[in-house]
């Protein structure tokens, strides 16, 4: 038995809070099935400015304490670093440097990096000092990705991305695509662990030969 091969895709948008904490999910599907998940970004709110605008769970104190009860109880070692940032933050700059990223091997921990940027440190991530800072952490060139930043290199292809997302049907996320299945939202690992099986892919501490 072969490690898996199947295609998994994860739509997200940095700003999002569940997309953070769904970070665990698709990191115990690695451990566990080997498979090799793509971040591919859908935009949650293009209407905001670069230079933000107001957050709805920071404007509204009940839905604020709501959102953050519903991370204690789903995420709780999550939900004691996050700090809600007090304003919607632009993405498209950190889609551009997630793209980067991946032609350098370095998405995954390059998107962690942001996340952690926005949802730990409160920083702000269109701002190309904390997509630098993120850079730095990964062992990119954070010069380098600056310059392609202001050259708009990789415009066209995260344009590209997030028409690949509207075109798939995605509407929220996190949306999770593990083969034939689709997940929407974020959910207890025993859904992801039931598609896999459904899908017939093992368990990592099961591949290899097998004693008889």
């Given at each position: 038995m072969k490690e898996a091969a199947l295609p998994v895709i994860v739509y997200a948008d940095f700003i999002c809070p569940y997309c953070y904490i769904s970070q665990e999910r698709?990191?115990?599907?690695?451990?566990?099935?080997g498979v090799e998940p793509q971040w591919r970004p859908h935009w949650l709110h293009p209407e905001v400015p670069p230079e933000g605008m107001p957050f709805p769970a920071t404007s509204d104190p009940d839905r604020r304490k709501a959102t953050l009860e519903w991370l204690?109880?789903?995420?709780?070692?999550?939900?004691?670093?996050?700090?809600?940032?007090?304003?919607?933050?632009?993405?498209?700059?950190?889609?551009?440097?997630?793209?980067?990223?991946?032609?350098r091997g370095l998405a995954l921990p390059f998107k962690s990096a942001v996340f952690n940027a926005l949802w730990v440190r409160g920083k702000d991530i269109a701002q190309l000092s904390t997509l630098q800072e993120a850079a730095n952490e990964v062992g990119l060139d954070a010069d380098e990705m600056a310059r392609a930043l202001y050259d708009q290199t990789y415009i066209a292809r995260t344009l590209a991305a997030l028409y690949m997302a509207k075109n798939a049907g995605v509407t929220e996320v996190p949306t999770f695509v593990l083969g034939r299945t689709t997940i929407v939202g974020w959910h207890?690992?025993?859904?992801?662990?039931?598609?896999?099986?459904?899908q017939g892919i093992p368990l990592k501490s099961l591949n290899g030969p097998q004693k008889t």
């Amino acid at each position: 038995m072969k490690e898996a091969a199947l295609p998994v895709i994860v739509y997200a948008d940095f700003i999002c809070p569940y997309c953070y904490i769904s970070q665990e999910r698709v990191d115990q599907l690695i451990r566990d099935y080997g498979v090799e998940p793509q971040w591919r970004p859908h935009w949650l709110h293009p209407e905001v400015p670069p230079e933000g605008m107001p957050f709805p769970a920071t404007s509204d104190p009940d839905r604020r304490k709501a959102t953050l009860e519903w991370l204690k109880e789903m995420a709780p070692e999550q939900a004691a670093a996050i700090r809600l940032p007090d304003k919607l933050q632009f993405s498209f700059f950190a889609f551009q440097a997630l793209e980067f990223a991946r032609d350098r091997g370095l998405a995954l921990p390059f998107k962690s990096a942001v996340f952690n940027a926005l949802w730990v440190r409160g920083k702000d991530i269109a701002q190309l000092s904390t997509l630098q800072e993120a850079a730095n952490e990964v062992g990119l060139d954070a010069d380098e990705m600056a310059r392609a930043l202001y050259d708009q290199t990789y415009i066209a292809r995260t344009l590209a991305a997030l028409y690949m997302a509207k075109n798939a049907g995605v509407t929220e996320v996190p949306t999770f695509v593990l083969g034939r299945t689709t997940i929407v939202g974020w959910h207890y690992y025993e859904v992801f662990q039931t598609v896999m099986e459904q899908q017939g892919i093992p368990l990592k501490s099961l591949n290899g030969p097998q004693k008889t």
